[in-house]
């Protein structure tokens, strides 16, 4: 078959069967590629000056050519693009037009970096898109560049092994069916959606099902670590996730500030997470891999009216495939986007007893935990009529239990019998706890 350079400036142009062409280059034709035709241009597509086409067919644009935008779609200012056909697309996708997805399939399928864009800021709303290829790396990507995208109301995005790199922009998936996103799932292939800040993959839900946002980054170390969000009812809402692939407090969510019963956070990577439509409360899972994050028990939300890491609770463990699952269930979005994995500092233990008898067991009120979980802490004792016998301050007196009461007053032993305490936790919460102790054995 020869190879034909196609440059159309008017009329209706028919396709019926079969067109391998160099370029096609329309100026404001009519064209219809009709069902069962295929068209295949190595040097690119250009549809210019208010071209119209329907493809109803196969056209293929690949770049076995050394013209320039070889493989490039491009669809010029007042062009159309409808039909119900499919465009295999093997390098850059350029709408400065109107593409109708109607019930087309557009396939990204080249092994070089590809990129989705506009020069007039056009959002291509696809109906399906489909990602394939065998480049690794960088050229693994698909690549929004300085535009939003879209999946339909009807259609699919098929990611396979593939990641679609936003950057800081958006990509919408405005089908509310559950599976309206897949993606290959075999460990260590897994494709998925990377956003820099401020970009975003949304979802539009509609059931009270589980919806996946299978996010990753390749900036840094390679991580696939998706979410699943399941709305309380199947309202219509929207929810939106991205992997921050770095420290927390590169973007000023700081560690350090922290609820005083978080021991640790994860240092490696966070989630934003937002419920950008919609008042759907709904079940949070967060991914993560114990062999190569570590072991963790908790999440934790950001609380910009705080400043500072908030535990959630009711944390349950769960599974998605290779991945372990940490998951909060009728979340209600209250709190600031970011998410983290955290380990919860145990909880304090107060005795209600101890036998100050210098045997060298329970000589002292030791309260486990304390110093750890609350280093601001203030411990009183106080007898029964009220009266002082015991303060400590750890802000100035050091850990309370390198100090711990020893039931004695002025440094006489009390007697046996119950005494009154008050602990001050001076945490963000303004936790106090009080009860009584009793002293048991006198000395």
């Not at 109708?100 to 396939?107: A, I, L, M, Q």
């Not at 396979?160 to 089908?175: I, M, S």
């Not at 309202?235 to 700081?254: H, K, S, T």
């Not at 290779?322 to 986007?337: E, K, M």
Request: glycine residues 10%; proline residues 3%; hydrophobic residues 35%.
């Amino acid at each position: 078959m020869k190879n034909l350079q196609y440059l159309l400036s008017g009329g209706l142009v028919l396709f019926s069967s079969s067109l391998f062409a160099q370029i096609v280059y329309s100026d404001g034709a009519l064209l219809s590629f009709k069902a069962g035709s295929i068209v295949h241009c190595n040097g690119g597509a250009h549809l210019n000056n208010s071209t119209l086409l329907t493809n109803d067919g196969d056209f293929t644009i690949s770049k076995n050519s050394s013209l320039t935008l070889a493989g490039t779609l491009f669809l010029g200012p007042n062009s159309i693009s409808s039909g119900n056909g499919d465009y295999r697309v093997e390098q850059d996708w350029i709408n400065d037009g109107q593409f109708n997805g109607d019930n087309s399939r557009v396939h990204l399928y080249g092994n070089t970096e590809q990129f989705i864009t506009s020069n007039t800021s056009v959002i291509t709303v696809f109906n399906d898109l489909i990602l394939t290829g065998i480049g690794t790396g960088v050229n693994r990507r698909k690549t929004l560049d300085n535009v939003h995208s879209a999946v339909g109301n009807n259609g699919k995005f098929t990611i396979n092994d593939r990641e679609l790199y936003t950057q800081g922009n958006n990509v919408y998936v405005y089908n509310t069916s559950l599976n309206a996103i897949t993606n290959s799932t075999a460990f260590g292939q897994e494709g998925f959606v990377s956003s820099d800040v401020p970009g975003y993959l949304y979802r539009n839900t509609a059931a009270n099902g589980s919806y996946l946002f299978p996010v990753g980054s390749s900036n840094g170390t390679l991580r696939y670590r998706p979410v699943e969000i399941t709305p309380g009812t199947a309202n219509p809402g929207e929810n939106g996730c991205r992997l921050n692939n770095y420290l927390a407090d590169v973007d000023g969510y700081n560690l350090a500030q922290k609820e005083s019963t978080i021991d640790l956070a994860n240092t490696n990577f966070y989630h934003s997470i937002v419920r950008s439509a919609g008042n759907n409360n709904a079940d949070i899972a967060i991914s993560y891999l114990p062999s190569a994050d570590g072991n963790w028990d908790g999440i934790a939300n950001w609380n910009n009216s705080g400043s500072q890491w908030s535990a959630l609770s009711i944390i349950s463990i769960g599974a998605l495939g290779s991945y372990s699952q940490l998951q909060r269930s009728a979340w209600d979005f209250s709190l600031d986007q970011p998410y983290i994995l955290t380990t919860p500092l145990e909880e304090i233990t107060i005795p209600t007893a101890f036998t100050p008898n210098s045997d060298g067991v329970h000589d002292t009120w030791e309260i486990f935990n304390l110093d750890e979980a609350y280093p601001k802490n203030i411990v009183r004792i106080y007898n029964r009529w009220g009266g002082l016998l015991y303060e400590h301050d750890s802000s100035v007196d050091g850990p309370y239990n390198l100090n711990a009461w020893k039931g004695d007053y002025n440094g006489e032993q009390m007697p046996v019998a119950s005494y009154y305490f008050i602990i001050e936790m001076n945490d963000p919460n303004e936790r106090v706890e009080s009860g009584t102790i009793s002293i048991l054995l006198e000395k």
